[in-house]
């Protein structure tokens, strides 16, 4: 059996490939990923039998990979979801195992594996439809976004729900949000890593320099070079420009 590890904490990586060996010492270790990118590239190259496989990676969600390759071989998800989580993933027929990796549990899913693998008879849950009512429990039960950002005010440090923030945008080299009261915070994180945080359903990155709020935008107007501008509720400093490249994906994410 070959297995491959998609994991972006060294330390849990390393651990659970040492568990393995010690309880499958015939099984033979290809490779490690801990990113979405490089699975995403590597993976269609590659033989293997088995995936174990964290949910959330350096660059993101797991899941994005399935968006991008076709996974037909079993996997073994990792994640410090709280037992709820896990037995509602056991209900659908799929190893899902709580970090820390427990030796005991880990053992019963390669024995599920093997037993699936040499029957030939089905496929473990997490390939075919399967696998998509699992992708799909999985994101429901995950946390959707970052709900609160703690902010200074003179010597006191508050707390914005993201529900409040209008917009988050770059200047002078910093990062600010804006309320839904026509207030801006300084806030210690990047826009890009601002928009790794905050649910996609209600934030969208138009720019490098702009996130914006769904329920702030008043109006959306042609602009040059087939690009877009937006009007926000409480912000006026300077225009909001939708990057000509992001012009496509803006339109989807407002048609959902």
């Not at 330390?11 to 309880?23: G, M, P, Q, T």
């Not at 699992?134 to 005010?153: A, D, N, T, W, Y």
């Not at 937006?230 to 300077?238: F, G, H, L, N, T």
């Amino acid at each position: 059996m070959k297995f491959i590890i998609i994991e972006d904490e060294q330390l849990a990586a390393k651990r659970l490939r040492a568990l393995i060996e010690e309880l499958r010492p015939d099984y033979e270790f290809v490779s490690k990923f801990d990113s979405v990118e490089s699975a995403t590239i590597s993976l269609p190259v590659l033989k293997y039998d088995l995936l174990l496989m964290d949910i959330q990676l350096a660059d993101g969600n797991s899941f994005d990979i399935f968006d991008q390759i076709n996974i037909k071989k079993p996997i073994i998800f990792t994640t410090a979801y709280d037992q709820y989580a896990v037995k509602a993933f056991k209900a659908n027929s799929v190893d899902y195992l709580l970090k820390p990796i427990d030796k005991s549990e880990l053992e019963t899913a390669l024995g599920k594996f093997e037993e699936y693998f040499h029957s030939q008879k089905s496929k473990l849950a997490a390939t075919g439809e399967n696998q998509n009512d699992l992708i799909h429990l999985i994101k429901s039960l995950q946390p959707q976004g970052k709900e609160r950002f703690v902010v200074r005010v003179g010597e006191h440090l508050k707390t914005v729900e993201t529900s409040d923030v209008q917009l988050i945008y770059s200047m002078d080299k910093a990062t600010y949000l804006l309320t839904n009261q026509g207030r801006k915070y300084l806030i210690d994180y990047s826009v890009d890593k601002a928009d790794e945080l905050l649910n996609k359903d209600k934030f969208f990155k138009v720019s490098r320099k702009f996130i914006v709020n769904l329920d702030a935008i008043k109006d959306i107007i042609s602009f040059t070079n087939s690009r877009l501008e937006i009007v926000i509720d409480q912000y006026d400093e300077e225009q909001v420009i939708v990057a000509r490249e992001r012009v496509a994906q803006f339109k989807e994410w407002l048609d959902r």
